[in-house]
T-cell receptor, first 114, second 112 residues
Framework: DAGVTQSPTHLIKTRGQQVTLRCSPKSGHDTVSWYQQALGQGPQFIFQYYEEEERQRGNFPDRFSGHQFPNYSSELNVNALLLGDSALYLC?????????????FGEGSRLTVL | AQRVTQPEKLLSVFKGAPVELKCNYSYSGSPELFWYVQYSRQRLQLLLRHISRESIKGFTADLNKGETSFHLKKPFAQEEDSAMYYCALGGFYGGSQGNLIFGKGTKLSVKP
């Protein structure tokens, strides 16, 4: 089991562009959460997907949107990129019915906005 | 508003010395507290959670609701404990999954 996998690992965009980040959850997991980690900060919750629907959302603008597919994989989309969107984007998976609070994280996608 | 505070950005100790990483939280509901750790070149992973009241790798943490704290302790630090430690708060929406509020983290450096 490769665990949570994310792609791409690094990418560079310019202001105003759009980006799509991808995540495959750990085998057997059905819930995907996305976090943004700015330099020197802890991860900040963006949203969570379960059964292809957004289940919870943090304090992020509508420019941040997501999707979950029937195979439980997920995408994070960010439109109209700003310089402040430069960060490490982490995907975490879990099994909703096993509410232990343990999240399994991927290695992240590092986004740089120029 | 919910908040997690880790007052130390960096904590440096010698091998064999006791370690305490501080974490304070702000939440009016029933909190669920976690410690996550990130070793060099590894992904973020759960170290321990308050509900299990277990000791992992010699680390323990006790939830003190009166002081709203969840400090992480180890009596004798080892060099392999050097890592970034994040305290996290959950328990919202009736469950602890997914929506965690993380502190800014404390980098623990254990010197030989």
């Amino acid at each position: 089991d490769a665990g949570v996998t994310q792609s791409p690992t690094h990418l560079i965009k310019t202001r105003g562009q759009q980006v799509t980040l991808r995540c495959s959850p750990k085998s057997g997991h059905d819930t995907v959460s996305w976090y943004q980690q700015a330099l020197g900060q802890g991860p900040q919750f963006i949203f969570q997907y379960y059964e292809e629907e957004e289940r919870q959302r943090g304090n992020f603008p509508d420019r941040f949107s997501g999707h979950q597919f029937p195979n439980y994989s997920s995408e994070l989309n960010v439109n109209a990129l700003l310089l402040g969107d430069s960060a490490l984007y982490l995907c975490a998976s879990s099994l909703l019915t096993r509410d232990t609070g343990e999240l399994f994280f991927g290695e992240g996608s590092r986004l740089t906005v120029l | 508003a919910q908040r997690v505070t880790q007052p130390e950005k960096l904590l440096s100790v010698f091998k064999g010395a006791p370690v305490e990483l501080k974490c304070n939280y702000s939440y009016s509901g029933s909190p669920e507290l976690f410690w996550y750790v990130q070793y060099s070149r590894q992904r973020l992973q759960l170290l321990l959670r308050h509900i299990s009241r277990e000791s992992i790798k010699g680390f323990t943490a006790d939830l003190n609701k009166g002081e709203t704290s969840f400090h992480l302790k180890k009596p004798f630090a080892q060099e392999e404990d050097s890592a970034m430690y994040y305290c996290a708060l959950g328990g919202f929406y009736g469950g602890s999954q997914g929506n965690l509020i993380f502190g800014k983290g404390t980098k623990l450096s254990v010197k030989p």
